[in-house]
């Protein structure tokens, strides 16, 4: 080695720091204060139903915490589990999640082959919300009240649809509680989501929908599909006018749903973290709680004191629903 090489061999050497040297052996992405760019989240339904409602309303508010754009997309289908997949397979770089519902928990038990794994595949990053169900038709149905629907679906049988979200999803199973609550059958007509699915019902292109409140409640005011109960034990603030299922004749029929929001697995614990204080900021945001409680729901905020990681409080929901 001549002089001068060494020399220029030794100058970048005292460049080269130790905190210099061991940011530039770091890998690109860990440099850079997460979250650095857009993050996506999935919403595995179609745009305009509940679940993309209530994913807007959290994405908006959680954007704001972490200064950062926070975009939806929506991959529907097949119940939901096509998005859950899409995310399930991302990378776990907390910059694709997803938001997703009881689906998360029914999917294995109705689907031969998932292309993910509900509980090993993902971080849960936290509970978001618990949503009552309406049942809801298309207002120029022939009944008057939830006892005279349940006559009407025993007469008509399979010539009465119901429209919902797919296999598994919470509009499906809701409706199979209701088919079984009045013991008679209808037909399914499965929808990417009920936002493609409400717009049939108000066109009286399908019969009835069971669906949340977040995608029901406006247009059950507007008058444009008919309202026969809430599945909650006590009528809603938000729809004081609808009886509960259990006045209208179907006492066991109790519904709600949860929405959590998730990352895929080996998401590094520190993104983690942020984006569930992100997530609890959100849901503490006067806005987002006022407007879902016009939307009929609430949002489901960890208590501060309460130890336990991000998925507590969904374990907590989830068990609550599923139990019910
Ligand atoms: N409400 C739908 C369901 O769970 C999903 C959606 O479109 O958001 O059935």
Not at 91 to 107: N, V
Not at 309 to 319: C, L
Request: hydrophobic content about 45%.
């Amino acid at each position: 080695m001549s002089r001068s090489m060494l020399r220029r061999a030794l100058m970048g050497a005292t460049l080269c720091t130790a905190a210099f040297c061991a940011a530039a052996a770091l890998p690109a992405s860990a440099q850079q204060a997460y979250p650095s760019r857009t993050i996506t989240v999935v919403v595995p339904f179609a745009a305009g139903g509940p679940t993309d409602t209530v994913t807007r309303l959290v994405a908006e508010a959680m954007s704001r915490d972490l200064g950062q754009t926070v975009v939806i997309e929506n991959v529907g289908g097949a119940g939901g589990t096509l998005g859950a997949a899409r995310v399930a397979q991302a990378k776990p770089d907390g910059y694709s999640l997803l938001m997703h519902h009881i689906g998360m928990g029914t999917a294995p038990t109705l689907y031969r082959r998932l292309a993910y794994d509900p509980v090993g595949g993902f971080e849960t990053i936290g509970l978001v919300t618990e949503v009552p169900m309406t049942i809801i038709a298309r207002k120029d149905i022939p009944a008057g009240n939830l006892r005279e629907l349940a006559a009407l679906v025993r007469k008509e049988t399979t010539a009465l649809n119901y429209a919902n979200a797919g296999i598994g999803a919470a509009s499906h199973l809701c409706g199979l509680l209701l088919q079984k609550a009045i013991d008679a059958p209808m037909t399914t007509v499965p929808y990417r989501g009920t936002g493609p699915a409400m717009t049939d019902l108000i066109a009286g292109t399908v019969d009835l929908m069971c669906d949340q409140t977040t995608n029901t409640t406006e247009q059950i005011r507007a008058g444009a599909v008919k309202a026969f109960a809430v599945t909650t034990p006590q009528r809603l603030p938000s729809l004081p006018d609808v009886p509960t299922t259990a006045e209208g004749g179907l006492p066991g029929m109790e519904v709600t749903i949860w929405h959590g929001l998730y990352a895929p697995k080996g998401t590094p614990e520190e993104i983690r973290k942020r984006l569930s204080r992100a997530l609890q900021v959100a849901l503490r945001d006067p806005a987002l709680i006022q407007r879902f409680a016009d939307l009929g729901t609430a949002p489901v905020a960890r208590p501060r004191h309460r130890a336990g990681g991000a998925g507590a409080g969904h374990a907590r929901g989830a068990s609550r629903l599923l139990a019910g």
